[in-house]
Each structure stands twice: as C-alpha cells, then as structure tokens.
C-alpha cells in the first residue's frame, strides 16, 4: 500500500472518530446544561431573561468543543497539509 | 464529487503578484459598505418628537437594546464600549444574515476575517483596561487570585482569542457545508430548513461574539475583583438607572 492511499483512509476514518468522539462531552454537557436552566426557569420565572441569556452564553460556549472537532475532520478531509505534501511530491 | 470550497478564501477573482482579491475581501467590503451606507442614510435626518422614520425606529430600537445589554454585563457605563462591541456585532450579523443572498458568501465563513476580529477584541481588551485601572492596576488582575495563577491566566487570555475565533469559523463554515452537502443528496426543501437554522445560528453566534468580548472587557474593567460571575450578576438599581 503506498502512502497516498495510507493517508487518505487514515485521514478519513480519523474524521469520523473525531466527530463519535467529540460531540459526546458537548451533548451531555449541553443537555445537563438546558436542563438546570429549565428547572431555574421553573422555579424562578422572573428571572428568566437572564438566565435565558446566561444560558445561550454557556451553550454557545459548551458547543466550541465540538465545533473545534469539526473543524478538524473538515481540515482532515478538504485541507489536509499531509495530503497536499504527497501530492506535491509524489509529482 | 464535485468540489466544495470550505472557505471563501479559496475562490479568487482577480490576482496580480502578491495580490490576491479572494471572496472573502470583496464581500467584507460589500458588508462594510452596506452598513455605511445605511447608517449614514438613517442618521442624516435624525428627528426628535413624535414622529419619527420607520429606520430610525429601527436603529433606535438597536442602539437601546445593546445599550441595556452592555450595562447589565459590565456595570458601567455603556456609551464606553459601545461603539466597538456595536460594530462587532452589528458586522458579524449582517454577514451573517446576507448568507440568504444568492452567490453571496460569508466572509465570516474564513478564518482570516475570525480571526482579525477575534485579535482585535484581544487588543482592545487590554487598552480599556489600562485606560480604566491605569497599567499596573491592569496588569495585577494576571496576578491573580495568587501570583502562581500568572501562566494560567496568560494562557488563558490566549486561549480564549483563539476560541473565538475559531467558534465563528466553524459555526459559520458548518452551516453553509450542511447546505452544500444536502444540496448533493436531496436538493429539494430540506437545504431551506437548515439555511434557516443557519440563519438563527448566524444570529446568536453574532450575539455571542459581542457578549464575550464585552465579558472580557468587563472583567479587565471592574475596579472590584469579582470576575466569575459577571454575566450572572446584574443588578436593578444599575439597569433602572
């Protein structure tokens, strides 16, 4: 197997064990957020403007992470510096 | 497959030596010159008394609303700070909320234009603070709560620019890729779904942007030491006031 075909299919199948893999902290960390917000809210519905912003602050903030492991399967995948090296010299 | 671009820096429309007119720049401008250019048609006839234009309303209604919002997240006075979070958020939005427009691509989908703002917000950061404490009464908040935390905290400074840029990026980026990726598979209606959740996306990335870097400000601002809670903490005295 030459290197061309070794780094596309790591390059792929690391992609997709980066996204498995790191949107399972943001999920429950985002759901065990939303919910503690509710409960707040149920329990406190005056103070629902600010928690409701508190809230879309952290989820925003919670969901980087997984937004970071996208970024990186997308750069694996369109943008992958190894790829374009053994491209480039394979020529 | 045919191929996607995942920014829009790499489609280039005109390029002569070093220098290259990308996707990205021609759009900024065009973002640039729309909010310009609307600002200076509303603002050129601003009336007071009852009746007022439907665009001033609308701007009226804005500058309200990030005024509110900067004085419950910082405590102090809003007029401060909201000419560059304003600007922020008012940029990020309408490039955001352009991305209906065909042929149109946001120039927040590249990291380049993320990443200039987020460095402008780490720039600013430190100037208001300075300009608010003075220099050795800005550069005590790294010593805290113990002179050990000053790794961390520079880390953390650090760190947090690159958060943000990368968080715009990729909300941005991901959104218009869903798009590009369903228009492959079944082109008819589910795109227009997630275009409008792009949209919604679009927005509360925006709001964030200029949350955290008011946050941030915030924090490097406030006389006392209490940093951690500031987006909880607000307080009606300060608000009705």
């Given amino acids: ?91 | 497959m045919p191929q996607i671009d995942i920014t829009p820096d790499q489609i280039v429309y005109f390029k002569w030596s070093f220098v290259t007119l990308s996707a990205t720049i021609v759009f900024t401008w065009v973002v640039m010159a729309l909010l310009v250019t609307v600002a200076w048609l509303t603002t050129r006839r601003l009336r007071t008394g009852v009746s007022v234009s439907r665009q001033q309303t609308l701007f009226e209604m804005l500058v309200t609303y990030m005024r509110s919002q900067i004085r419950e997240i910082t405590d102090q006075d809003p007029d401060r700070y909201l000419p560059f979070v304003g600007s922020l958020f008012l940029f990020i939005s309408v490039s955001n909320l352009l991305e209906v427009v065909p042929g149109y691509h946001a120039p927040t989908g590249s990291i380049n234009t993320t990443a200039a703002l987020a460095l402008v917000v780490f720039f600013a950061v430190p100037i208001f603070g300075i300009a608010e404490q003075g220099f050795f009464g800005y550069l005590k908040h790294y010593a805290q709560p113990t002179p050990l935390m000053l790794p961390f905290n520079i880390i953390g400074e650090l760190s947090r620019t690159l958060a943000l840029a990368v968080r715009l990026f990729g909300n941005v980026m991901s959104g218009a890729l869903v798009v590009a990726v369903l228009l492959a598979i079944v082109p008819i209606f589910v795109p227009i779904v997630m275009e409008a959740l792009g949209l919604l996306i679009g927005q509360v990335q925006a709001y964030i942007f200029a949350v955290l870097a008011t946050v941030y400000i915030g924090a490097a601002t406030r006389r006392d030491n209490e940093v951690t809670n500031s987006v909880v903490h607000s307080s009606p005295e300060v608000k009705n006031g």
């Fill in chain 1, 1 to 91: 197997m030459d290197s061309v075909t070794t780094i596309g299919q790591i390059s792929i199948i690391i992609a997709g064990v980066t996204m498995a893999v790191g949107s399972i902290g943001p999920a429950l960390g985002e759901a065990w957020a939303a919910s503690r917000a509710l409960s707040a809210i149920a329990q406190q519905p005056d103070e629902a403007a600010t928690i409701t912003r508190t809230l879309f602050v952290s989820l925003a903030i919670i969901e980087s992470i997984a937004i970071y492991c996208f970024v990186i399967s997308m750069v694996l995948i369109f943008a992958n510096p190894f790829w374009t090296h053994v491209l480039t010299t394979a020529k």
